[in-house]
């Protein structure tokens, strides 16, 4: 049973940093497609940042702000997050596609007050 368990969300103000973690229960060398998402109150989950077979994407609106890092030895995929804006405030979600199956973390809660 594959598990993602996110760590590192909470409250900060604007213009702070946090990263994010999240840890896998299976090994991650050779997972090509992982990232993070992201879903506000009343929003579609949204893309953020994740690699695919290589490559980075990450969305326009965190591009310069935030970057995503991973540590196979620890199986441990990271979202480092700086001058954080009211508007990131969601429930972030990490991701992993292994076998052609989508598995989700639980989410952490990110809120950037004003």
């Known amino acids: 049973q594959v598990q993602l368990v996110e760590s590192g969300g909470g409250l900060v103000q604007a213009g702070g940093s946090l990263r994010l973690s999240c840890t896998a229960s299976?090994?991650?060398?050779?997972?090509?497609?992982m990232g993070w998402y992201r879903q506000a109150p009343g929003k579609q989950r949204e893309l953020v940042a994740r690699?695919?077979?290589?490559?980075?994407n990450v969305a326009d609106s965190v591009k310069g702000r935030f970057t995503v890092s991973r540590e196979n030895a620890k199986n441990t995929m990271y979202l480092q997050m700086n001058s954080l804006k009211p508007e990131d405030t969601a429930v972030y979600y990490c991701?992993?596609?292994?076998?052609?199956?989508?598995?989700w973390g639980q989410g952490t809660q990110v809120t950037v007050s004003s």
């Open positions: 690699f695919t077979s290589g490559s980075t």
């Open positions: 991701n992993m596609r292994r076998l052609l199956r989508d598995y």
């Open positions: 299976v090994s991650i060398s050779g997972i090509n497609v």
